[in-house]
């Protein structure tokens, strides 16, 4: 059965508010970020535990867990790949923390302005190769709005170089849209990688220019909803507003979307943007 998240800093730094939003508008569960003003993978193991208790207290679920994983140049020389190795194999530790089985990662950013899946899966499968995760954890690939994966293409590409069957795809359409490599990503590849999507990102982008109100933007979310349901995916939908009514997001608060920076305006908007998915997945073919 699908269920719906949301990113919980998308609504606030204090988690307490997260969660009464979330239970307000019927949503099942929060995908962990930044929380108190720290970035995801610096969340240590005694506020990890805190998250979790206080979530299971609730009856909600922890979705995924989204830390920088892979979300850096492409790295060079022995040092960068060892640091960004030891970026993932304490994210896969955190997340089973959290009693979570889904870890974000990206491709690295581009080098330039054409993705190079080629070139990111060979230093990816060096980075990846030492991370051991617990039980139950495993790692989503993102397409990613400034990665060398920001189409479901190329996510697949990547993945089918990596070689590892354990990564599944984060599919973020928001993000293929804003990049301008797909604007419209559904139906698209859609169809050819459907069945490697374990982990959706909902956000709806005007072109490359901005993202707005759930409903407003270029994305037939409808569309996209009854797509999931008629391919048979069972995953979690997280909304990832990055739309508020006063503001626009700054480059760096998309690239390193951890406190106050991400949180300001997000709790009105959220709220908006969260009604609108609910009354969506009523009339979908999804199960909700």
């Not at 060979?122 to 400034?146: M, Q, S």
């Not at 590892?164 to 990688?193: E, H, K, M, R, Y």
Request: proline share 8%; glycine share 10%.
């Amino acid at each position: 059965m699908t269920r719906t998240s949301i990113l919980s800093d998308e609504i606030s730094q204090d988690l307490q508010v997260a969660i009464r939003t979330a239970l307000g508008l019927g949503f099942d569960g929060l995908e962990i970020r930044s929380v108190d003003g720290c970035p995801p993978h610096l969340l240590d193991d005694a506020a990890l535990r805190t998250i979790r208790d206080r979530m299971d207290e609730h009856g909600l679920r922890v979705s995924a867990f989204c830390p920088p994983g892979l979300k850096c140049p492409l790295p060079d020389g022995a040092a960068e790949r060892a640091a960004a190795t030891s970026v993932v194999q304490r994210a896969v530790e955190q997340a089973h923390l959290l009693g979570t089985s889904v870890v974000r990662i990206f491709s690295f950013y581009r080098d330039g302005d054409t993705p190079e899946p080629e070139r990111a899966a060979e230093l990816a499968r060096e980075v990846l190769a030492p991370v051991e995760p617990p039980p139950g954890v495993a790692l989503a690939l993102e397409t990613g709005t400034r990665s060398n994966t920001p189409t479901l293409a190329l996510s697949a590409r990547f993945l089918d170089l990596l070689g590892d069957d354990g990564i599944g795809i984060l599919w973020d359409p928001g993000n293929t849209a804003f990049s301008g490599f797909d604007p419209q990503p559904f139906p698209g590849d859609f169809d050819t990688a459907a069945a490697r999507i374990v982990h959706v990102h909902v956000k709806d982008p005007v072109g490359t220019a901005r993202y707005v109100r759930l409903g407003d933007g270029d994305l037939p979310w409808p569309a996209i909803l009854d797509g999931l349901g008629a391919a048979g995916y069972d995953g979690w939908l997280t909304l990832e507003t990055h739309w508020r009514t006063d503001r626009e997001l700054t480059p760096r608060e998309r690239d390193e979307p951890w406190g106050e920076g991400i949180s300001d305006g997000g709790l009105e908007a959220s709220s908006e943007c969260m009604a609108v998915l609910t009354s969506w997945l009523a009339a979908a073919r999804i199960s909700s």
